[in-house]
């Protein structure tokens, strides 16, 4: 069983040794501290600020570093670095600098947005010669500046010297079919002004009233802008110089969440006048280490079994091993298991992988997924426990380039289109590529993928009922996993024997056969009163069946992904080839070039997406559904870490 064996603890040491003990809890991460009951609200507030205006730095200087400093960043960290940075990093004055120059560049991008509406309502009337802050008004007449469309510039004209003859008109511009005008009127003519703009298009404008003509405001909001934009460049200038502390931010931030997580223990601890206690849950095997280890820091820490309270549970600690812990992603996504519950990730690792290459069975898809995660594990140097989905998909592209050898996938590759040095002939005349055996663009090969898949989905199934089985035997239902899930396997064996027996054992099989239905639907109808129990058997025995069939079918999908894979990257080439005949060779090449390689990027992309899904789904609904409820909580270790 991968699920650690856990044993709550009760740490008991004097209040003088308070600080050490926390800091070897810490370095150890060994033990995983219990919430006390009745916590001591304190409040964080300011704490919490602080941790927040760090991250605003953090968050505010990565969107302008450079590689090379977000390359420092990646890299591992000591102890000792993280409490180097923590005592020599200035994070006051970067948090303020930086506060200053999101300042400054909010009123900088608020002017430039003033200027760019002054700028527009300016151009207009670059031609006009009067100085905006010139009265409009005086005791008789008023100065009214607007735009009306040019096609009816005419009629406004006319209008006005037929109508208010006393008025004087001046076009000032002409933008884009819109006339802009400034006419004197007399006050006593505005309400009749009014009347005949209105009705032809006027557009009333109000300038502001500023110093100096629209050229000379015009050139001087160019001018200020243009400063503003300066400012905002060099605050930008100066964010990436800041940024080079950013792997120092980063180690202060790491260094302040081990504060935080001491002060969250802080709070746990039962004190009396003396003494303080701490509880919580550790790994079995490890109490003897750590209790060594507590005794070089004080003879006076005593570290205790207790018994855990009624109700409580454990937390739940995975060990598998090193082929085994990528597929902990797999068991991850469903839930832990609950501790005394059997780990499935061991059980589900071989089906798992197998199906993803079978819903895939191209080589050449494998070696590409293979290489692609092979290369990022080798640069992020992480090992399966620290990256389990990037090592469980590098395996999934191993399985899967040697699976489609067998079935003659090669990124939708024709064996008969390709040098006979990459092919050979099979037994009944067809081309096949070499170390391929079954071809799925044939009715045999579809058909041995299909009982392929059927075969494994039997076994799936029956192992899933056999755990079953198995966990009600270790907890002490053994009444209960005979009769509920070990009669399926006695019928199992019973069929496969009356199917493969001899012609001289056929009536023995026969009996056997029909034993083993009599057993299996008294099995199933345990927990019933003696004389109901053959119905509700009857019934089960039916209900079994009739699941059997339908999660067995469900495993046809291996078969339906498998050729649709194969069909994907065949339409990606034949596309790649029609396009190409459509131009001259010279254009033809690079463009079948880059449709196979945007074709195929996409189809491994989707086809490792579906076959992860369908390989997940197939472990969630058909395997554990069968023995495995899950919901375990992890175990969360009081542990001084370096990764951000």
């Given at each position: 069983m991968a699920v650690v064996e856990m044993q709550k603890v009760a740490l008991i040491a004097h209040k003088s040794l308070r600080e050490e003990l926390l800091d070897a809890l810490h370095k150890e991460g060994a033990i995983e501290i219990s919430e006390r009951k009745g916590v001591i609200n304190v409040d964080h507030t300011e704490v919490a600020f602080k941790s927040a205006e760090l991250q605003f730095a953090i968050q505010t200087l990565k969107s302008v570093a450079s590689k090379e400093t977000k390359a420092a960043m990646g890299k591992r960290t000591t102890e000792q670095?993280?409490?180097?940075?923590?005592?020599h990093t200035d994070v006051r004055g970067t948090v303020d600098a930086l506060h200053l120059l999101e300042q400054k560049d909010t009123e900088a991008e608020k002017r430039i947005q003033e200027l760019i509406s002054l700028k527009e309502a300016l151009e207009p009337w670059v031609p006009l010669s009067?100085?905006?802050?010139?009265?409009t008004e005086s005791?008789?007449?008023?100065?009214?500046?607007?735009?009306?469309?040019?096609e009816s510039f005419k009629s406004l004209e006319e209008s006005i010297n037929n109508e208010i003859p006393k008025s004087s008109l001046m076009t000032v511009n002409t933008i884009d079919d819109e006339c802009f005008v400034a006419?004197?009127?007399?006050?006593e003519d505005i309400q009749k002004f009014?009347?005949?703009?209105?009705?032809?298009?006027w557009t009333t404008q109000l300038l502001p009233c500023l110093k100096g003509t629209a050229a000379k405001l015009l050139e001087e909001t160019t001018v200020e802008k243009k400063k503003l934009e300066h400012v905002i460049r060099k605050n930008h200038e100066e964010r990436v110089r800041l940024?080079?502390?950013?792997?120092?931010?980063?180690k202060v931030s790491t260094f302040v969440r081990w504060l935080?997580?001491?002060q969250s223990v802080r709070e746990t601890m039962n004190e009396t006048s003396s003494?303080?206690?701490?509880?919580?849950?550790?790994?079995?095997?490890?109490?003897?280490?750590?209790?060594?280890r507590l005794q070089k820091v004080s003879p006076a820490i005593a570290l205790l079994k207790v018994k855990a309270d009624e109700g409580e549970e454990a937390p739940v600690l995975l060990k598998n091993s090193i082929l085994v812990t990528p597929f902990e992603s797999v068991t991850n996504l469903f839930g832990l298991p609950l501790y005394g519950e059997a780990d499935p990730t061991r059980n589900l690792s071989p089906f798992f992988i197998l199906f993803f290459a079978l819903c895939l069975t191209d080589a050449g898809y494998g070696a590409i997924i293979a290489l692609v995660f092979g290369i990022v594990l080798f640069k992020i140097k992480k090992r399966p426990e620290e990256a389990q989905l990037i090592w469980l998909l590098f395996l999934c592209g191993i399985l899967t380039f040697i699976v489609g050898i067998f079935f003659g996938g090669w990124l939708g590759l024709q064996a008969e289109k390709l040098p006979s040095i990459f092919t050979k002939v099979g037994e009944d005349g067809t081309i096949l590529f070499k170390g391929q055996i079954w071809n799925l663009s044939s009715q045999e090969g579809i058909e041995f993928l299909q009982n392929l898949s059927m075969v494994l989905g039997f076994i799936h199934l029956f192992l899933g009922m056999w755990l079953s089985g198995v966990h009600k035997w270790i907890h002490k239902r053994k009444a209960a996993a005979f009769w509920q899930d070990f009669t399926n396997h006695i019928l199992l064996g019973a069929a496969i024997f009356f199917i493969a027996a001899p012609e001289g054992l056929n009536q023995i099989a026969t009996y056997t056969l029909y034993a083993a239905l009599v057993l299996m639907i008294w099995g199933k109808g345990y927990g019933n009163a003696w004389y109901i129990r053959p119905i509700v058997g009857a019934m089960g025995l039916l209900s079994f069946a009739l699941g059997l069939l339908s999660n067995s079918l469900s495993y046809l999908r291996l078969l339906a992904l498998g050729l649709v894979t194969g069909a994907l990257a065949l339409a990606v080439n034949q596309v790649a080839v029609e396009f190409g005949n459509l131009f001259p060779i010279w254009i033809a090449i690079p463009l079948i070039v880059v449709i196979f390689v945007v074709g195929h990027t996409v189809s491994i992309a989707l086809n490792t997406l579906g076959s992860f899904i369908h390989a997940g789904r197939l472990q969630f609904i058909e395997y554990f559904s069968q023995f495995f409820e899950g919901g375990g909580r992890s175990f969360s270790p009081f542990r001084r870490t370096t990764t951000p």
């Open positions: 670095d993280t409490l180097q940075a923590a005592s009067l100085s905006l802050d010139t009265p005791l008789t007449t008023v100065r009214v500046m607007g735009n009306i469309p040019q006419i004197n009127i007399w006050k009014e009347e005949i703009a209105t009705s032809i298009g940024s080079v502390e950013l792997p120092s931010l980063q935080n997580e001491k003494t303080f206690t701490l509880l919580g849950w550790m790994p079995k095997k490890r109490i003897a280490l750590l209790e060594s």
